[in-house]
């Protein structure tokens, strides 16, 4: 039986953009943590430009940036050592 064309859905893909590009005002510095964390996955991963939305000259600012932090300790590398040393302060 086929099914009537009225009850088929289209989803609409919405656009990504580059936040920079859009907002002249936000700096992308490896002091400001809390834009960087938005950017690495939860594995402590850089996001790929795909994903993230941001234009060519942005992602290799926010790169750039991400790894000076992590220089700099203000942010991981990588997170899955946390877990298994909080796990053992635990028990």
């Given at each position: 039986?086929a099914t009537p064309n009225h009850?088929?859905?289209?989803?609409?893909?919405?656009?990504?953009?580059?936040?920079?590009?859009?907002?002249?005002?936000?700096?992308?510095?490896?002091?400001?943590?809390?834009?960087?964390?938005?950017?690495?996955t939860d594995r402590g991963k850089?996001?790929?430009?795909?994903?993230?939305?941001?234009?060519?000259?942005?992602?290799?600012?926010?790169?750039?940036?991400?790894?000076?932090?992590?220089?700099?300790?203000?942010?991981?590398?990588?997170?899955?050592?946390?877990?298994?040393?909080?796990?053992?302060?635990?028990?």
């Amino acid at each position: 039986m086929a099914t009537p064309n009225h009850t088929k859905r289209r989803f609409y893909i919405r656009r990504k953009f580059c936040r920079f590009c859009a907002d002249p005002k936000l700096e992308i510095s490896y002091k400001n943590i809390d834009i960087l964390r938005q950017f690495i996955t939860d594995r402590g991963k850089i996001m790929p430009r795909r994903i993230s939305g941001n234009c060519a000259r942005h992602q290799r600012q926010i790169t750039i940036a991400i790894k000076r932090a992590r220089h700099l300790a203000l942010l991981p590398y990588t997170t899955t050592g946390l877990e298994n040393r909080q796990k053992r302060e635990v028990i």
